[in-house]
């Protein structure tokens, strides 16, 4: 990032000493990260013409009946799309309001009403499930220092359940009174709860079942009223009943090749874990309130659950592995686990990527976003599994290839700022009483102040002096940074970090020779060796 010199005049009242305490904390407070580019957006739109060819030869050659699909980005349906039949008999188009069943990515919407109730005291993620599912009471548990489960367990898929989607999927139809009957005849659990991730089907039931115990009200009733309806969801529905006819899409099954239509499954108890069906513009809005969680700020709350919780969801609770191979010498990483109803995965490419399929008979879809990067995609299909991951991947490179699809750019805290501007002063010229009051206490312990004055000292001359800063001030975050140094006959690269203390000061310093290979950035997630 490119830093703006008028700041530092502003901030001569954090230099040294006699500021007071509010003043301190205020200068160690980060504005939020920002885009840099201005033309951000146009660029990603330039990819929508190829975003529309890799979505109609992914129908094409997998037989998808018909798809939906959108384009996020900053918490607004940039662009949406709709392809091929919702209905194969009648050859009725989908177009971008026609209503697909999302199967298991009714998940995260399950998992943001229990947050919802935990921020209005209601519950604690740390409760024991039973005390609002008695019939859990009555569990064996594996071992005898099993933890009980906790609600916290059944949100990251780590309560000790068999994964079970062969089976889950044709549970949707049992009746609140049937699932009762299931606890009570027992679970039997693959891992000791807390140990382990496991996708759970069942787990996600039962948080269901806490929502209507301490919402006061049926599960469907309360999603709709609680989290769709303030979101504008007015598409989205957990009934194949509620949809109009004109705008349901139906879901089929390729057997030899023909497509053959798969009878509706109902709604019931297991509703939660993957009964709701929406439309590729509510589920468009749906990410963008995910998006608009990010970054951290100052400012009113104004969706229905509160922005730390909707970004506390979006971290990693239970690790669920990773991978690294390598493809002719190219590194490849796929790391993460699961958060609250969604899962969030590192590649190479990208630090984090947040994401959920569906599937179910007659169904498939994703949807996938990258918080750093404020921008989203969404795919619905009616075709049994529909599996959109290589094709959502292809959009993603298209839109990088823009050049737009750039992460936030994080902004240091004004402390920052003052003490760059102090470290560039001490290091053209070292002065005692200027470097005692920059320091944090570790400073001289870690390396004496005689040996760090000698050190840059001795580098300064070997870059014919008169050095100055050149270039963007690189920041890592609030309180750590990087810069360029060009001196007379060479250059330097200066780094520093900020202690934990009000006022913060200087913890870390590093300056060295600047090389032909040497670069303000942090080298890449996966680089080969």
């Given amino acids: 990032m490119i830093l703006h010199r008028p700041l530092v005049a502003i901030l001569t009242l954090l230099a040294l000493g006699g500021t007071s305490a509010s003043a301190q904390t205020r200068g160690s407070v980060a504005p939020p990260a920002r885009f840099a580019d201005t033309d951000r957006i146009q660029k990603l739109r330039s990819a929508v013409p190829e975003v529309d060819r890799l979505m109609r030869e992914f129908m094409e050659k997998n037989r998808v009946p018909g798809i939906g699909y959108g384009i996020i980005v900053d918490g607004q349906l940039l662009h949406a799309n709709a392809m ?71 949100l990251s898929h780590s309560e000790g359940f068999p994964e079970d989607n062969p089976w889950g999927d044709q549970q949707l139809a049992a009746t609140d009174d049937d699932l009762a009957r299931m606890i009570r005849e027992g679970i039997p659990f693959s891992n000791p709860p807390g140990v382990a991730y496991e996708y759970s089907n069942y787990g996600f039931a039962i948080l269901g079942r806490i929502v209507a115990r301490v919402g006061g009200m049926p599960f469907p009733k309360y999603l709709e009223e609680k989290i769709l309806r303030p979101l504008g969801m007015t598409s989205t529905t957990l009934e194949f009943a509620a949809v109009p006819a004109a705008r349901l899409a139906h879901g089929y099954r390729l057997q030899d090749g023909q497509w053959l239509e798969e009878k509706p499954l109902p709604d019931g108890a297991f509703g939660p874990m993957g009964g709701l069906l929406t439309s590729i513009g509510d589920l468009g809005r749906y990410v963008g309130f995910m998006l608009a969680a990010w970054p951290p700020r100052d400012g009113t709350e104004t969706g229905p659950v509160r922005r730390a919780s909707v970004r506390e969801m979006q971290q990693v609770t239970r690790y669920s592995g990773g991978t690294a191979t390598a493809t002719d010498g190219a590194p490849t990483l796929n790391a993460g686990g699961y958060g609250y109803g969604l899962g969030v995965r590192q590649t190479c490419r990208f630090s984090v990527s947040v994401a959920h399929s569906g599937g179910l008979p007659g169904f498939g879809s994703q949807m996938r976003w990258l918080p750093e990067y404020g921008v989203g995609i969404v795919a619905l299909g009616n075709l049994t599994y529909t599996g959109w991951g290589g094709v959502i991947e292809q959009a993603f490179e298209a839109l990088a290839r823009t050049g737009g699809l750039v992460p936030r750019t994080p902004e240091p805290a004004p402390v920052l700022v003052e003490m760059r501007e102090q470290v560039t002063r001490l290091v053209n010229r070292w002065d005692d009483r200027l470097a005692d009051s920059i320091a944090a206490m570790n400073l001289y312990l870690d390396e004496s102040k005689d040996r760090r004055a000698a050190a840059i000292g001795k580098l300064v001359a070997a870059t014919g002096g008169s050095c100055r800063n050149e270039g963007p001030f690189e920041v890592e975050n609030a309180l750590r940074g990087r810069w360029k140094m060009q001196c007379a006959t060479g250059a330097l690269r200066v780094s520093i970090t900020l202690a934990p203390t009000e006022p913060a000061r200087v913890q870390y310093l590093d300056v060295t020779p600047w090389t032909a290979t040497t670069t303000l950035a942090p080298p890449p997630a996966c680089r080969s060796r």
Avoid: W
């Avoid at 177009?95 to 005291?121: P, W």
């Fill in 84 to 154: 091929g039949l919702r209905e194969v008999p009648s050859k009725a188009p989908v177009d971008t309001t026609s209503v697909f069943r999302i199967a298991s990515m009714t998940k995260s919407f399950t998992a943001l009403a229990i947050l919802q109730l935990r921020d209005e005291g209601r519950l604690s993620l740390e409760d024991p499930a039973e005390r609002y599912v008695p019939e859990l009471a009555r569990l064996r548990y594996p071992t005898t220092d099993s933890p009980r489960i906790t609600i916290r367990h059944l």
